[in-house]
């Protein structure tokens, strides 16, 4: 046989005609079915939107540190912030060896039976999710600004469309009512363009909703000679590794991206196990003081 | 038949024989063979050792536009600088279902048939190499140092053991002879613990094999009261995109992440069309200069 195993077990002439035809029809081994019974590794995929964002390189981090301990290896798939480009490489997913899908703010075709955990994502659709508290992290960056005496709070928002972002909007609403917002992509470059419209708004203190954005936000009040946090208080979200090398440093809310990584290997091992998942896990974030904020001058 | 084609082609028994032997040994349709008859996308992987780092997401990314315009998905698998992992990840993928492998400072067990490209690897082994122009781009940091009037200069070099490290190593060796040298691992704030040992040293420009040292050696200089470039000349190698962020904004050597990754997976696509591919291929490099390099005080 194709493994050697069934030799003696299926006559010869059918042994033939199963390697002729499973030649004919394109099937080779399959990893994945086949490890489940020799123990070697086993593989989850996991779809993100941008891997250039060293956020997602946490969250990979930290699924694969709990994948190996559960002898699986974690493939990654980017999507690039292309919705397009997010179907098909689904669609070459489910086709593929993947025991399950950890997706982080994608989407499944309705229907199909894949073991998958979604990630910052609403909770209520078919499959559960993990994700950060991102209405508390709003919270604490806001409390923070509040006690420091600013009133005039302004919100540099991703123009990336996501349950997250939309959660961080809704937030700041709920808490200070509209805002002077301006919407950023995700590049230093763009975020400085942005943002420095901001810098015409009557504002003391500004929440931007990635620390990429604050980056940009940075670049532009360079430019123009506004300084932080002498004439302008600055918030980012995520604290990533660079919030801490910016001149000020960063007051950022930090999140546990590498945690929220495990804990959906985590959550996505235990449905492959057929135990039973919560529908939502909501990780807890914290804020970092630096030097980026300071009471209104 | 599995696929249902084969009806009428093979006997009902066959058929059933096949069926059954297929389940019984794992055998599932697999999605690559089946894609080069059904013009499916295919998939090919990249071995990377630290996704953390935003240089391999550049990778990936350029490797990503290549691969989608010949319908190929790319996969990522992140060893997570650990050189165990590394072997367990090969080998999973060697049994799975990718046509070709494009290793960044990776190895396959001697001896497999894959078809693979290998990044930022000496040329000579396997398989076909592409790097970028290591060698030109320390020429073009250390003329820029020595044009401005540096004679003292130190080396902040990468503790992580990589064939890309050593050119670096080599060429300053070759055109400075020994210099001040410490070793520094790939965060922030190992590589300022391990910079700050630079500060002690009597030299007046620092070259550092990555911006992430750089940008340890930023932290460590902001600790001391060391001021870039007034008393201190910093160059980078990558030019990340903090690179600009960072205060003064950094002088480095500008390499295309992208360019190499979509040249890695260009490669690969003439070596599984059977075409012949070069031993080594070399992308140019640049230096981008900012605000970090002034002449000696």
């Not at 490489?89 to 989407?107: H, I, K, R």
């Not at 015409?200 to 936000?217: R, S, W």
């Amino acid at each position: 046989m194709l493994s050697g195993k069934a030799r003696g077990r299926i006559s010869a002439r059918t042994e033939e005609a199963v390697r002729a035809a499973a030649a004919e029809l394109g099937y080779r081994p399959n990893v994945a079915a086949r490890a489940l019974r020799t123990g070697v590794a086993r593989s989850v995929a996991l779809v993100v939107p941008d891997i250039t964002n060293p956020f997602f390189g946490r969250v990979l981090r930290g699924a694969q540190r709990a994948a190996q301990e559960a002898s699986y290896t974690v493939v990654l798939v980017d999507i690039g912030n292309n919705r397009a480009w997010e179907a098909a490489s689904v669609e070459a997913l489910l086709a593929g060896p993947a025991d399950g899908l950890l997706l982080f703010e994608a989407d499944l075709p309705p229907g199909t039976s894949e073991h998958a955990i979604q990630i910052e994502m609403a909770p209520g659709g078919e499959f559960p999710v993990v994700r950060l508290d991102v209405e508390a992290g709003v919270d604490h960056a806001l409390d923070h600004l509040l006690e420091l005496g600013h009133t005039k709070i302004g919100h540099v928002a991703s123009n990336f469309d996501a349950p997250t972002f939309d959660l961080r909007a809704a937030r700041i609403a709920a808490r200070l009512g509209p805002v002077p917002t301006v919407m950023a992509p995700f590049t230093f470059e763009g975020a400085k363009v942005a943002a420095a419209a901001m810098l015409d708004e009557d504002v003391t203190a500004v929440f931007c909703d990635d620390d990429i954005l604050a980056g940009g936000l940075y670049l532009a009040a360079r430019e123009r000679g506004v300084s932080i946090p002498g004439d302008l208080s600055v918030v980012g979200f995520d604290d990533l590794d660079f919030a801490r090398v910016l001149a000020p440093p960063l007051t950022t809310v930090a999140v546990d991206a590498e945690g929220l990584g495990a804990l959906a290997f985590s959550a996505l091992a235990a449905d492959l196990a057929g135990e039973s998942v919560p529908p939502e896990q909501v990780m807890p974030v914290s804020l970092t003081v630096r030097e980026s904020t300071a009471p209104p001058a």
